[in-house]
């Protein structure tokens, strides 16, 4: 017989399913993975549909509990309610890709390097985490990911995590591009935020692609960091 939380476990899964499925639904929480909080008619115009359906779909996503929404003057701001629903819907997405497709140019750029709810995603942060586990600036563990002293260190030479506490930690979050785990948590926010600050990288209008500058080739490439293009 199936016990009361298993016939629960199964509602919300379906009910989940149901939430995530609709194509501009899913369109939706795609653009707000990048941590940033968008207005409903932001959100109609990037899933194409008017102003009554995206009224209608967010909804739906916030009683599914994967969204959160303020009010400010007259608009309304919707972003995902929290970094493990980004986490999770990254997870989702992965699934269903044997392989990330990479002809078309704004794809491509997505799968070079992006926001993952506020830390680096794409090729270059599989990169970047790479090197940092062969020259021993960060322990590596199913539980967590530490920046280890050796880490201040040479980061912090280069102007990166130069405040960092020797204990600063995350977690991995599988890539969907890329299917390897990257960085994410307070580790992989704070790296994402310095990189941005230092100059190394720069958001790209209206997506949540990130572009990496010439002062940034020049930084990565004297810390040993290498991608394909």
């Known amino acids: 017989m199936t016990s009361p939380i ?7 899964l379906a009910q989940l399913g149901a939430a995530v499925g609709e194509p501009s639904r899913a369109t939706m929480l795609v653009a707000l993975l990048g941590g940033l909080a968008l207005p409903a008619s932001e959100l109609a115009r990037l899933a194409g549909v008017s102003a009554s359906t995206a009224t209608s779909h967010l909804r739906n996503l916030h009683q599914a509990g994967l969204l959160t929404v303020r009010t400010q003057g007259r608009h309304r701001y919707f972003a995902l309610a929290g970094p493990e629903v980004a986490d999770a819907l990254e997870r989702f997405a992965s699934l269903g890709l044997s392989e990330f497709p ?3 140019p704004r794809r491509e750029a997505l799968a070079i ?9 794409g090729r270059v942060a599989i990169a970047f985490w790479r090197r940092a586990v062969q020259a021993g600036w960060i322990a590596w563990s199913d539980e967590a990911v530490r920046l280890l ?11 990166l995590l130069v405040d ?5 930690a995350g977690t991995t ?14 580790l992989g926010v704070t ?4 990189l941005l600050a230092a100059g190394w990288m720069k958001r ?26």
């Open 6 to 12: 298993d016939q629960r476990a199964r509602f919300q």
């Open 102 to 104: 990479r002809r078309e």
């Open 113 to 121: 390097a992006r926001t993952c709810y506020a830390h680096l995603a």
């Open 149 to 159: 002293a050796r880490g201040v260190s040479v980061l912090g030479a280069r102007g």
């Open 164 to 168: 960092a506490p020797v204990d600063l």
């Open 173 to 186: 979050c599988l890539d969907w591009s890329e299917r390897v785990p990257h960085v994410a948590g307070r």
């Open 191 to 194: 790296l994402c935020h310095e």
């Open 204 to 229: 790209v209008a209206g997506a949540r692609t990130l572009r990496v500058t010439a002062r940034g080739e020049e930084g990565f490439g004297g810390l040993g960091v290498r991608w394909a293009y």
